[in-house]
């Protein structure tokens, strides 16, 4: 059986863990292989909506074994949280593990966050100020503390008392900020590496067995592969690799070992925080795509941040789909273009006499250009009742099958509303 990596395939927020949850039933093992709880997704089942932050969205298929790699940064109160709020709504996650090599977000990393945004000003980059981005630079600087450590009170004990000297050196003299106690923080940690006790392990084990006994494994992606730290739109971007790479780094699991890339991406695009949106439209138009006064209106979930929105930007896309080496598309959200007499397509860049069919790669230089739109009649009818892509308006499909020749890859799924169910399969991604 095959190993699946789904990946946002633009600027997060793409729908990726409504689709995990969609997919896990095929799967035996879904590993989250990236990012922090700056990423959230919203599963809506039939036991309720949850938004998740850390945990995979395979959790609510008690069969199934739901991995937090050790490419993810984890901020062992979040975690915590979001198990206690599970449980007391039924779910199971006795079948959850964590990567005892994840490293964790201590407090420090969160202050230094935040204040590092401040500091920018009008330069700030958009961080949702939760501490990635200072834990990951731990991690690459080999100062970080891992999930592991927190289970042995010696080592938590040293590698805390040197790190935090720094750390507190770096608040009081650079920030003016007040410094961590090392007593408190020790025992806190200490608190949270007890009561994680049953789900911090070496997952290594767990994830090869899947593969030698041919199990289905997911791998679930966050953020989108327009935020990659290499690739993405820097320094609008996140700290880690979310994309197709990253799923094999973040997971452990060698890059001959995957069958499948889902790219997900929306019926047309949206962004939160700073950074270039080529295709971003304001006005009438863009409370439609904002689904304004609906329970879906776009809204960052972890930050809350009212979402940016714009025309579907197949130059970005087209570029996620080469990086990452995707061949299936899993299209998210087309009812919401329900109802729009016309629709637009973003199909080149145009700067000055030149015309670009790849992003830039300065910020400097988005300023500067404009999109090409090639314009596409809408659909009247509603398709939030459709589970057939046969069924669905002919300009709908028409649209669809646009987006799919423009970047690249063929037609995997298609959603048209939050629930489960809500879903077009048009082709087997298993």
Known sequence: MPVVALIGAQWGDEGKGHLVD????????????????????????????????????????????????????????????????????????????????????????????????????????????????????????????????????????????????????????????????????????????????????????????????????????????????????????????????????????GPTHINSVIGVVKAYTTRVGEGPFPTEVDGSVADVLRQIGTPWAEVGTTTGRLRRVGWFDAVMARYAVQVNGVDTLAITKLDVLDGLETLKICTGYKLHDALLEYPPTTTALFDQIEPVYEELPGWSEPTRHVRRFADLPEAAQAYVARICQLVGARLGIISVGPGRDQTIMVADVF
């Open 22 to 253: 969609l997919l896990a039933a095929r799967a035996r093992l879904v590993i989250r292989y990236g990012g922090g709880n700056n990423a959230g997704h919203t599963v809506v089942n039939h036991l309720g909506t949850f938004k998740l932050h850390l945990v995979p969205s395979g959790i609510f298929d008690p069969g199934i074994v739901n991995v937090i790699g050790p490419g993810v940064v984890v901020n062992p109160e979040v975690l915590i949280k979001e198990i206690e709020e599970l449980e007391a709504r039924g779910v199971s996650t006795a079948k959850l593990f964590v990567s005892d090599r994840a490293h964790v977000i201590m407090p420090y990393h969160i202050q230094l966050d935040q204040l590092q945004e401040e500091a920018r000003g009008e330069g700030r980059i958009g961080t949702t100020g939760r501490g990635i981005g200072p834990a990951y630079a731990d991690k690459m600087s080999r100062s970080g503390i891992r999930m592991g450590d927190l289970l042995h009170e010696e080592t938590l004990l040293n590698r805390l008392r040197t790190v935090l000297e720094e750390k507190n050196r770096l608040l009081t003299k650079l920030y003016n900020a007040r410094p961590l106690s090392l007593h408190d923080t020790y025992l806190t940690y200490l608190e949270y590496g007890r009561r994680l006790a049953n789900h911090i392990t070496d997952v290594h084990p767990i994830i090869h067995r899947a593969l030698e006994k041919d199990l289905p494994v997911l791998l679930e992606g966050a953020q989108g592969a327009l935020l990659d730290i290499d690739h993405g739109t820097y320094p609008f971007v996140t700290s880690s690799p979310p994309g197709a790479a990253g799923a094999c780094q973040g997971s452990g699991i």
